[in-house]
């Protein structure tokens, strides 16, 4: 269990407040939904979760740990994932492999171990290969797994790219609008590889989503920003239903 907290977070990006005094929070097991209009600061949350962008004022928070305070990399290993709404894979490489470099990252192997081969590097390395079989084999494309990533459809790729997040024992998953270019079969199974996953692993999900009878389906609680301020947080039926996320969604 894990509780992921954002307290009181502004962005300032010179002149624009991407992020005005946000307070939210959510357990290890949910998922929330964060939506709103174009340029409304979903992405910049999401980036400040991540380590990515320092918040201006407040703070980021997994259970004690200041994430606001850390680098990206760091908290990527207190297990907050991030599946990137365009993903960035090795095109000539199989999907395999792009996994295994995943899994070595996530496992800190030095280039040094790699280069000497020593026993218990082959030992890790038979490890990784087990777990990347078992992502591959988990996300449904198994078949797919010596295909070169360029020859594969764009669905496939992003789910290689939520494999990626999957190979670290993550407590809290990040999406930012994963089905953006996806098919409507693709969006079912990505829902429905969704709640599998959250039900197997018990991580919490934050997406940010446009489709909102995608997000009303998968998620339990929405959380709504316009121009950078938090308007709505609640069930999706109340939230979609609110007077001031319809205003602001017709002002866009
Ligand atoms: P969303 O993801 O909801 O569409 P963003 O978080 O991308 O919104 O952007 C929020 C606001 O912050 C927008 O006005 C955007 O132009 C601005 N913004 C985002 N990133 C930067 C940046 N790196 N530098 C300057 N302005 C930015
Ligand atoms: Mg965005």
């Known amino acids: 269990m894990g509780r992921l907290a954002i307290e009181n977070v502004s962005v300032d990006f010179g002149g624009v407040h991407a992020l005005k005094d946000v307070s939210f929070a959510f357990e290890s097991g949910s998922i929330v939904g964060l939506i709103g209009p174009n340029g409304a600061g979903k992405s910049t949350l999401l980036n400040c979760i991540s380590g990515i962008t320092r918040p201006t004022a407040g703070r980021v928070r997994l259970d004690e740990a200041v994430l606001s305070e850390r680098n990206a990399s760091s908290v990527a290993g207190l297990g907050i994932g991030r599946v990137f709404q365009h993903p960035e894979l090795v095109l000539d490489l199989s999907v395999r492999e792009n996994l295994m470099i995943a899994c ?56 290689i790219d939520l494999g990626r997040a999957l190979l670290m024992d993550i407590g809290f998953l990040l999406l930012d609008e994963p089905i953006a270019g996806l098919n409507d079969p693709e969006i079912a199974h990505l829902t429905e590889l969704l709640f599998e ?24 609680r929405l959380v709504v920003l316009d121009l950078g301020q938090l308007i709505a947080d609640g069930r999706p039926a109340d939230v979609l239903g609110d007077a001031r996320v319809i205003a602001s969604y017709l002002g866009e």
């Not at 790699?114 to 990784?128: F, G, H």
């Not at 996953?197 to 339990?220: A, D, K, Q, T, Y």
């Open 197 to 220: 996953l959250r039900r197997e692993f018990g991580f919490g999900i934050l997406v940010v989503e446009h489709n909102m009878p995608f997000v009303s389906r998968l998620c339990e």
């Open 104 to 159: 070595h990252r996530s496992l800190g192997y030095g280039l040094v171990s790699e280069l000497l081969m020593v026993p218990s590097v082959w030992r890790r390395e038979r490890e990784a290969a087990g777990r990347v079989a078992d992502v591959l084999r988990r996300l449904g494309i198994a078949d797919s797994a010596d295909a070169e990533v360029r020859n594969l459809p764009y669905g496939h790729r992003k789910l």
